[in-house]
């Protein structure tokens, strides 16, 4: 699926800044289907650059979880942009409309996946708020904790030295739970989505090819996102971190149909 001529780095204007007619578009269309079977608990949206380039990274515990990500983005003055998997493209109307919003295809565990990276570089030299989901895919965690996340958030942080805003979601796994195609839309459902205080990465700079600063820095980030959600459910996190990569389960992909 050639994107290339579609894909626009063109700096963020609008409001919400970084709008575009399609994303409105998509925006008219879901946010009233989204206040209508979910209430909003939006926590920590003074922490939000209101403009330039940032990262704004979440744990992933559904496939609704993106949009209730995004409302919460929205509602608060940006647009963002994400690295989305390329199946999603190809659908007929939502394809359509995620480019024109200026989402960008990425073909996972590829060597193609790799562009991934400067698509991203490029997004925050324009001044767009980059929406990253660390973990790649929903977590594998059995009660939704994050999981061990892939060090690319770590290298993108350490390269650009923008801003990077930890968040944590809780309450789209019950409308939709972990690969489920059966969503529950009433009663309505608590959303909640919190964005914590900017990260710190002056440690590590300089070391974006370190494998072990990325492994440092990867878990920082994640530990600040397991902390929020900590705050979020009102419980503690388990001591020993999900680690996909010592299960054998498949990086990527719906697990439980795999396995039927």
Known sequence: MSTELKISYAPPSGNPLGVTGWFRFGATVMRPILNLIAKRDWQGAENLPKSGAA??????????????????????????????????FKLPIIGRVLLGAGQIPVERETSNASNSLQHAIAFLKAG???GVYPEGTLTRDQ????MKAKTGIAR?????????????QWGAQKILPAYSKKPKFFPRTKVKVIAGKPLDFSKW?????????LEEATAYVMQAVTNL????????????????RKSNLPRIGNFKKDKK
């Open 143 to 146: 009660n939704y904790w994050p």
């Open 156 to 168: 993108l942080a350490i390269l650009t030295q923008v801003p990077v805003i930890p968040c944590a």
């Open 229 to 244: 959600l900590e705050g979020l459910r009102g419980e503690s996190a388990p001591a020993e971190v999900f680690d996909p």
């Open 55 to 88: 990262i704004a990274v979440c744990n992933h515990i559904s496939y609704i979880d993106p949009l209730i990500f995004t409302h919460f983005l929205y509602d608060n003055g940006r647009a963002p942009r994400y690295l989305g998997k390329a199946s999603l």
């Open 128 to 130: 767009h708020l980059l």
């Open 205 to 213: 700079q300089g070391r974006a090819e370190d494998p072990i600063a």
